[in-house]
């Protein structure tokens, strides 16, 4: 069984930046493919960015140029940069993870509350 637990969520003025991270235990994210998603008030939960287990990465089109994702297979630990954050950032941030041979996540962390002050 895999645990993921985000962190690093907070108030943040226009045009700053945070960084998120999202801690596994129960297995090794090495060998996984691990995503971040959010989710607004009244919207639906949408696609932010994805590292795969090899490195690659993708991100949803208004956070490309703004947020990278990177992983630390040390710390079991995937983050994502955020930077030049906007108002219509804030949502809860959730990561997920699953095993490079999955076509969905299975596992999912509680989300971590960010807020972007304008």
């Known amino acids: 069984q895999v645990q993921l637990e985000e962190s690093g969520g907070g108030l943040v003025q226009a045009g700053g930046s945070l960084r998120l991270s999202c801690l596994a235990s129960g297995r090794s994210l090495s060998i996984m493919n691990v995503g971040w998603s959010r989710q607004a008030p009244g919207k639906e939960r949408e696609f932010v960015a994805r590292?795969?287990?090899?490195?690659?990465?993708q991100f949803e089109d208004s956070a490309k140029g703004r947020f990278t994702i990177s992983r630390d297979n040390a710390k079991n630990t995937v983050y994502l940069q955020m930077n030049t954050l906007k108002s219509e950032d804030t949502a809860v941030y959730y990561c997920a993870a699953a095993l490079a041979s999955r076509r969905e996540y299975n596992y999912w962390g509680q989300g971590t509350q960010v807020t972007v002050s304008s």
């Open positions: 590292i795969s287990w090899s490195g690659s990465t």
